[in-house]
C-alpha cells in the first residue's frame, strides 16, 4: 500500500465560525480530504445533537466520508482516526461532557499533541482550544467574562466566532478589543474556517477572519495564508 504523504504545512487545527455542514462553503470539502474516509463526530456542545449528527452525515456522505461516533463509556479514541470533530454552539456542555470523560480527554490531547490526529471545532469546538474562552453571558449581553477552556494549545489568544453576525453589536466588538487588548484575538466568520498548522495558517470560506493584535488588525480572506502564527503547546 501506497504511504501517504503528509505535507509540512498540514493543519493541526480547524477552527470553524459558525454554522457548519449548512453550505458548500470549501470548508467540510478540505476537512475531507485530511480525513482519510472517516471523521469522528464528538456533538456534545450542540443544544440538538441529533439534528447536527444528520447534517454531518448527509454533508460528508456527499464527501465519500464516514461520519463515526464514540461509545457513551468511551475512554479513548479508535486507533484508525485522524479527524476529531467537536460541533455545536454551547462550550458549557462541551466542558462538562470532558469532565465526565477525561480519560478520554487526555487520550485526544495526547494524540493531538503528538500529530496523529487534526482537532477540527465549530464554535463552541473552536473556542474551547485556548486556556481561556469567552464565557457563555458574554455573547449579546455586553460582558466579556472569561472563563476557563480545554487548553490544547497555550497561545494567549482567545478565539471569537460568529463574527460578522455581531455587527450589530458594534460596541460589545470594540469592547471585546479594549478589555483584551492583551491577548491574540481570533475572529471568524460563520461559514469559514481557519485550517491552522505549526508555524501558519489558511482561511478557507465564504467570510474573513480577522487577526487583532496590540490595536492592530488584519483581515484574511478565502485562500489566503497568515504567516508567523505558531501553535504553542
Known sequence: MKKIKREGNEPRLVLHGGWEFTK??????????????????????SRFPDK??????????ELKTEIILLNKNATVLPRD????YLGGGQP?????????????LTDIKERWRRQKIVWCGCSAGAIVVMPKMLAPNS????????EAGLGLIKNNGLIIPHWNATDTEEIWRRKVEKVHREKLLITIDEYTALF????????IG???VEIIQHGQRQIYKNGQTINNLEISY
Not at 447536527?52 to 456522505?61: E, F, G, M, N, S
Not at 458549557?92 to 478520554?104: C, W
Open 24 to 45: 458548500d462553503d470549501g470548508v467540510d470539502k478540505t476537512i475531507a480530504k485530511l480525513a482519510n474516509g472517516k471523521i469522528l463526530f464528538i456533538p456534545n456542545a
Open 92 to 104: 458549557a456542555k462541551l466542558i462538562e461532557y470532558f469532565k465526565h470523560h477525561p480519560e478520554l
Open 81 to 84: 482516526i485522524k479527524v476529531v
Open 206 to 208: 465564504l467570510g474573513a
Open 52 to 61: 447536527q449528527i444528520d447534517r454531518a452525515v448527509k454533508k460528508y456522505r
Open 196 to 203: 491552522w498548522h505549526k508555524d501558519g495558517a489558511r482561511v
Open 139 to 146: 455573547y449579546g449581553r455586553g460582558e466579556v467574562d472569561l
